[in-house]
């Protein structure tokens, strides 16, 4: 546990060799990399996974963050452990966060790896966000004098109906994070990522569909797309083997 920029952040070490820094998704920590440990348990690799502010055993957010935030915390941690050369890895949020670094062109970035990475905005992200601000109007829905009876109930399908179980779980300022972070399209910023980078999707993504992939493959110029039928979200997971197996083909 150490501290970056006045939040308590875990991070732990697996390995020895090349550094590659993993991202975990919104929700998520950096247990989620478990399968990709395992996988290149035998490799000379040193697999840094962290717990990102606000998630897991790191620290809250002070305030509500961006995504500019959360890749200045990225920044700094790499600046404290004087990394150098690095294959960086992002899952969904992860991902999100990844591209906005690469997009800075860190010279650090050796490699980037996006595992059903988040940050292209589309049509049905207004419906998510639509859904997201009236969720944030529900306390003061139903504060009004007969409907407090029903709160719990309403709410629990209001979130179903609008998909925002996981703006329900956010507390504090995770909640405005949330939105901030949905509400910015990174599509612009794929033409300035420079670095190789590798695409990992499964074909039924229905969080960050399989044509999002196709987006960032299209706009990042030194970039190749992987695809894995019948996997969903969890490709990183799922599908941690062949994911391991071209990052040794990288090293």
Same mark, same amino acid.
């Given at each position: 546990? /150490?501290?970056?920029?006045?939040?308590?952040?875990? $991070?732990?070490?697996?390995g020895?060799?090349?550094?590659?820094?993993?991202? &975990?998704?919104?929700?998520?920590?950096?247990?989620?990399?478990?399968?990709l440990?395992e996988?290149?348990?035998?490799?000379?690799?040193?697999? $840094?996974?962290?717990?990102?502010?606000?998630?897991?055993?790191?620290?809250?957010?002070?305030?509500?963050?961006?995504? *500019? *935030? %959360?890749? *200045?915390?990225i920044?700094?941690?790499?600046?404290?452990?004087?990394?150098?050369?690095?294959?960086?890895l992002?899952?969904?949020?992860?991902?999100?966060?990844?591209?906005?670094l690469?997009?800075?062109?860190?010279? +650090?970035?050796? &490699?980037?790896?996006?595992?059903?990475a988040?940050g292209i905005?589309?049509?049905k992200?207004?419906?998510?966000c639509?859904?997201?601000?009236?969720?944030?109007?529900?306390?003061?829905?139903?504060? /009004?004098?007969g409907?407090?009876?029903?709160?719990?109930?309403?709410?629990? %399908?209001?979130? #179903?109906?609008?998909?925002?179980?996981? %703006?329900?779980?956010a507390?504090?300022?995770? #909640?405005?994070?949330?939105?901030?972070?949905?509400?910015?399209?990174?599509?612009?910023?794929?033409?300035? /990522?420079?670095?190789?980078?590798?695409?990992? +999707?499964g074909e039924?993504?229905?969080?960050?569909?399989?044509r *999002?992939s196709? /987006?960032?493959? #299209?706009?990042?110029v030194?970039?190749?797309? &992987?695809? %894995?039928?019948?996997i969903?979200h969890r490709? &990183?997971?799922?599908?941690?083997?062949?994911?391991?197996?071209?990052?040794?083909?990288?090293?």
């Open positions: 546990m /150490i501290t970056i920029k006045g939040i308590p952040t875990l $991070i732990t070490f697996t020895e060799g090349q550094d590659l820094l993993c991202l &975990h998704g919104w929700g998520a920590s950096h247990t989620s990399f478990t399968e440990r996988a290149m348990k035998n490799d000379p690799v040193r697999i $840094i996974a962290l717990d990102l502010p606000g998630f897991g055993e790191s620290g809250d957010l002070p305030i509500a963050w961006s995504t *500019d *935030d %959360y890749a *200045d915390h920044e700094e941690l790499v600046r404290v452990l004087q990394l150098k050369d690095v294959f960086l992002g899952h969904s949020h992860g991902g999100r966060i990844a591209i906005k690469a997009s800075r062109r860190a010279n +650090w970035i050796s &490699h980037l790896f996006l595992c059903a988040a905005r589309r049509p992200h207004f419906k998510r639509l859904g997201i601000y009236i969720a944030s109007l529900g306390k003061s829905l139903f504060s /009004i004098r409907l407090r009876f029903f709160e719990r109930t309403a709410r629990m %399908y209001l979130y #179903k109906l609008l998909m925002v179980h996981d %703006y329900e779980k507390e504090g300022t995770l #909640k405005q994070t949330m939105v901030n972070v949905i509400n910015e399209d990174l599509t612009p910023l794929l033409s300035t /990522i420079s670095v190789p980078t590798d695409l990992f +999707w039924s993504d229905t969080m960050t569909p399989l *999002d196709e /987006i960032m493959n #299209k706009k990042i030194q970039s190749k797309l &992987h695809t %894995y039928p019948g969903r490709v &990183h997971r799922d599908r941690a083997k062949e994911v391991a197996g071209v990052i040794r083909g990288a090293l």
